[in-house]
Structures are given as C-alpha cells and as structure tokens.
C-alpha cells in the first residue's frame, strides 16, 4: 500500500522555481532516498508535505488520502513527522523533557503514567538512556540537558521527538550531516532498526553513497525536477546523476 504520493508538486520562491513538476510515491515500509545536490529543493520538499509551505500547484496523499493544504498540527496528527535539518528542541528542559513533549498522548484522558512509559521507550529506542540501559529516575536522559549531548546525540533527540508522536512516515532532513564516522554509524543501525520495525521512512541526503546501503529506491532531484528514479544500485550507474553530481560537486 502506498504510504505516500505527491503528484506534479510546484513551489517557487519569487522567480526560483525550487519544485518543479516532482511527482514520486512511497510504498509502506520502504526507506525511500531523496537526494540531490545542494539547492536542490530536498528540504523544500519535506516542507510542503508538512504543509509549511503550500505547493503552488499539485497534490500530496497521505495514504490516499488527500492532505495539500491541511495546517501541519493535522499533518502530524494523521501520522506524519520530519527531522529538521538543524536540530531543533528546548534547551531549558532535560532530554528526558524534551522527548515527553511529544509523546504526551493526544487523548485528554491518557493517564500520565503511560506518557513516562512512552517517553522512557522512546528514549531507550533511540539510545538517549546511555549504555547501561535506563536507569529511570536517575537516568541520563533525565539529567542531561540538550546543550551537553555531542551532535550524534541531539540527532537522536530529534528522532526521538519524532517517533514519540507515533508517525507511521517519518521525515528524515540529513541525519548524518556533521557526525563523526562512529556517530554515522549509530545513526545508520537506529535508521535501519526503525526500518525493521515496519516504520516507512524518506531519507534525504546531498550524499549518496552515504545512504546506499539503507535505502530501497533513490529518487534524485536536480535543480527542483526528478533527475532519476530507481534502485540504489541503478541510480549509482546512471550518466545523468554522475554528470549532475559533477557539476554540483561529487557522488
Ligand atoms: N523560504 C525560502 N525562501 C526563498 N528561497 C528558498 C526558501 N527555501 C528554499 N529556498 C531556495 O530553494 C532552493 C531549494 O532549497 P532547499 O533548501 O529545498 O534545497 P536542499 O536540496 O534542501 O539543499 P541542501 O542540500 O543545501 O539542504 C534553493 O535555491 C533555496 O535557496
Ligand atoms: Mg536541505
């Protein structure tokens, strides 16, 4: 089943057209690619399907369901949720805080018990527990601030904000960018475990060989259009993408 389906999407920002015509779909499950060189429009992308721009023309579907236009709060609440490309959160409260913010059940009358649950889940998922596992009330999570997480940290902060909303598509904005070769790593295991666990998952990055071996299709964006479609494997061989990524600066 399809998860997600945007068709002839457009976006211009005055007289840069920074989505032109991209049409794509994602099947339930699947890690989708979307890469591209700098200025590509990746980025302006996720923002439409968000709904924090409104596409100039075209449609977005949201397991069939038509979704162009809505506001983002309803967005997420149908199942939705991205990480920025630059970390977001709060920094005057603890990780642990943070993560409870979007976990908080949307029902009024959740019981708050099942909210720590939530947000202690969570932030075991995402490794924010430290090694030894969660030591509840003294756990890492709950006496760190943000400010004191290395960056592979405070991009688990920001996957963990995402899945405490429970999306069933999750966003990704450049997860590995700025992160240490040990730090991409983790950040690759936590990606492909969300995978396992049937979370369907668009991925974005300007590099590809980065994220080869985690993705089901590519799709590539060039200057706003769709260069190419196809596996990673496909994509890798294809003269326009290496022609396209030589002239915005490598594979
Ligand atoms: N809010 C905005 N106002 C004006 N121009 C914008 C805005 N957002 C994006 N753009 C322009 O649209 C184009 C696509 O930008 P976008 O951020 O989507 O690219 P990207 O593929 O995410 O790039 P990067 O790899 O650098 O993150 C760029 O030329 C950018 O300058
Ligand atoms: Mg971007």
Redesign the pocket.
């Known amino acids: 089943m399809e998860a997600l389906r945007v068709e002839r999407l457009r976006k211009s920002?005055g007289g840069?057209m920074?989505v032109k015509d991209l049409s794509f779909s994602v099947e339930q499950g699947e890690i989708l690619g979307l890469i591209?060189p700098?200025?590509?429009?990746?980025?302006?992308v996720f923002n439409l399907i968000m709904g924090t721009f409104r596409p100039d023309r075209g449609r977005i579907f949201f397991k069939n369901r038509e979704i162009t236009g809505w506001p983002t709060y309803k967005i997420v609440n149908e199942g939705v949720a991205r990480v920025f490309?630059i970390a977001r959160y709060f920094p005057h409260k603890t990780v642990y805080e943070n993560v409870e913010i979007s976990a908080i059940p949307n029902e009024i009358f959740r019981r708050a018990d099942q909210t720590e649950l939530k947000t202690m889940t969570v932030c075991r998922r995402t490794g924010l527990c430290g090694d030894e596992g969660c030591g509840e009330g003294s756990c890492l999570c709950r006496v760190q601030w943000p400010g004191m997480l290395p960056q592979g940290g405070l991009r688990r902060l920001e996957i963990a904000r995402a899945i405490g909303t429970d999306p069933e598509l999750l966003l990704l904005d450049?997860p590995f960018a700025g992160l240490s070769p040990h730090e991409v790593d983790e950040m690759a295991h936590l990606i492909s475990d969300l995978r396992r666990e049937g979370q369907t998952i668009v991925l974005v990055d300007?590099n590809m060989r980065g994220v080869m071996g985690l993705v089901d299709r590519v799709v590539v964006?060039c200057f706003g259009e769709k260069l190419a479609e196809g596996t990673p494997e496909e994509i890798m061989r294809d003269p326009k993408v290496q022609e396209a990524y030589l002239a915005g600066g490598g594979v």
Not at 38 to 44: E, H, R
């Open positions: 920002f840069l920074a591209g700098n200025g590509a429009g990746k980025s302006t490309q450049e300007h964006l």
